[in-house]
């Protein structure tokens, strides 16, 4: 069974940074690549970007770019979420999820984790 | 980028009744669209993928289709445990962007 196993809520001050896990399990960590997706409170689902866990390559939307930073530990099947200089408006859950394959073609979103909420509060 | 306009933001509906919620792309996207079903604990879950293809496991009430750049998801009669948030995404091309979301509510 895929499982995507996220951490529990974060509190952080404002300018400091978090860095969330996203534990990986049931499947070659490697052969998936991983997106990291934004929900602010009450509000829709904004795509921060993706890496790939085999060769740690990444895309980030413009919009996080500076402000996400993604990274994996292969040794741990664990993907990672930096999050730097964090203001109020970085207050909100992140999930990972991660691609399926069909017939060699990528399908993006097809296993979601539980979600990690970040407060930034002093 | 592409948007993704959602429609309608918010619906009020009995248990049997049928449903559509609709996204608009503002590019072509080929069919790379899926709807997510997100729960009130935040639990979210892909319910279809390529505009059509059911999720294993997905019940079958839930059918998506395509028209020009249209895309709807429908529901052909609601049970209980289909009161929740939904969304379109489309994953064609960077960055993937995300529909403003449907609140589906018992009336």
């Known amino acids: 069974e895929v499982l995507l196993q996220q951490s529990g809520p974060e509190l952080v001050k404002p300018g400091a940074s978090v860095k969330i896990p996203c534990k990986a399990s049931?499947?070659?960590?490697?052969?998936?690549?991983m997106d990291w997706v934004k929900q602010s409170h009450g509000k829709s689902l904004e795509w921060i970007g993706d890496?790939?866990?085999?060769?740690?390559?990444?895309i980030y939307n413009q919009k996080f770019k500076g402000k996400a930073t993604l990274t994996v530990d292969k040794s741990s099947s664990t993907a990672y979420m930096e999050l730097r200089s964090l203001t109020s408006e970085d207050t909100a859950v992140y999930y990972c999820?991660?691609?399926?394959?069909?017939?060699?073609?990528?399908?993006?979103?097809?296993?979601w984790g539980q979600g990690t909420l970040v407060t930034v509060s002093a | 980028d592409i948007q993704m306009t959602q429609s309608p933001s918010s619906l009020s509906a009995s248990l049997g009744e049928r449903v559509s919620l609709t996204c608009r792309a503002s590019?072509?996207?080929?069919?790379?669209l899926s709807w997510l079903q997100q729960k009130p604990d935040g639990t979210i879950k892909r319910l279809i993928y390529?505009?059509?293809t059911l999720d294993s496991g997905v019940p079958k009430r839930f059918s998506g289709s395509r028209s020009g750049s249209d895309y709807s998801l429908t529901i052909s009669s609601l049970e209980s445990e289909d009161f929740a948030d939904y969304y379109c995404l489309q994953y064609a091309s960077y960055p993937f962007t995300f529909g403003s979301g449907t609140k589906l509510e018992i009336k």
């Open positions: 890496i790939n866990p085999n060769n740690g390559g990444t």
């Open positions: 999820a991660r691609e399926v394959y069909y017939y060699g073609s990528s399908y993006r979103f097809a296993y």
């Open positions: 049931g499947y070659t960590f490697t052969d998936y690549n």
């Open positions: 590019q072509e996207i080929s069919g790379y």
């Open positions: 390529a505009a059509s």
